[in-house]
């Protein structure tokens, strides 16, 4: 029987990506109780998280100082550093997928003999700096050659969100959805597809468009 495991590298990871996936663990590791002797403790990876995060946010623009993006990439090889070991304690700790997950790290995906692309773990709608526009971003998938994306901005009778099909997107990265209208939910969710198959549908992440005016 095979033994779940964590991913503990993420270099393959865009910054980005990384940006996201640090958040994700800081939350999840802030609010579990299934990781009490962590080592590292958590209050030594959150701030490896939080730095990272802010310092990646201020070169997303392309607008950064030569410095400032130095600065950035040796806050990302700390944090690769200190999620590779973080992740390595939890998987010598524990061989519950379940728990394992708490943590808010990436399974070690399953072995399969069809090659179909696994599902994105994770899927994230957010601000763009242009008016009128959202960034529609989502988790990698290294054997997939393309990303069927759906958008719904209003709900029927029962709740459920009304998809509508986007163009489908080469990449993870670079995506956007315009024009959005102020006030307004939009929700969003991805699967991957390569020539065996698509996977299933990723988690579903809503947002309220803030148009700026």
């Known amino acids: 029987m095979r033994t779940p495991k964590l991913i503990t590298h993420y270099g393959y990871m865009s910054d980005p990506e990384l940006a996201n996936m640090a958040t994700r663990t800081a939350d999840a590791l802030r609010t579990s109780m299934d990781f009490p002797d962590l080592d590292p403790p958590f209050a030594e990876?959150?701030?490896?998280?939080?730095?990272?995060?802010?310092?990646?946010?201020?070169?997303?623009?392309?607008?950064?100082?030569?410095?400032?993006?130095?600065?950035?990439?040796?806050?990302r090889e700390a944090l690769l550093k200190m999620m590779r070991r973080v992740a390595s304690y939890i998987n010598n700790g524990t061989d519950v997928s379940s728990i394992q997950l708490g943590s808010g790290f990436l399974p070690v995906s399953e072995p399969r003999s069809s090659q179909v692309?696994?599902?994105?773990?994770?899927?994230?709608?957010?601000?763009?700096n242009r008016p009128g526009e959202i960034l529609l971003q989502f988790e990698a998938i290294r054997e997939a050659y393309q990303y069927e994306m759906q958008l719904a901005f209003e709900l029927d009778e029962s709740g459920q969100p009304v998809w509508q099909d986007l163009e489908p997107a080469p990449r993870a990265v670079g995506n956007f959805y315009s024009p959005v209208v102020d006030g307004v939910t939009y929700h969003?969710?991805?699967?991957?597809?390569?020539?065996?198959?698509?996977?299933?549908?990723?988690?579903?992440?809503?947002?309220?468009?803030r148009v700026k005016r």
């Open 188 to 209: 969003f969710r991805v699967r991957s597809r390569n020539k065996k198959g698509v996977s299933e549908w990723s988690p579903v992440d809503s947002l309220r468009a």
């Open 45 to 75: 990876y959150e701030p490896y998280a939080l730095d990272y995060v802010a310092k990646q946010a201020i070169t997303v623009n392309g607008r950064a100082s030569g410095q400032q993006k130095k600065e950035k990439d040796e806050a």
């Open 117 to 128: 692309p696994r599902t994105s773990a994770w899927a994230r709608l957010a601000d763009s």
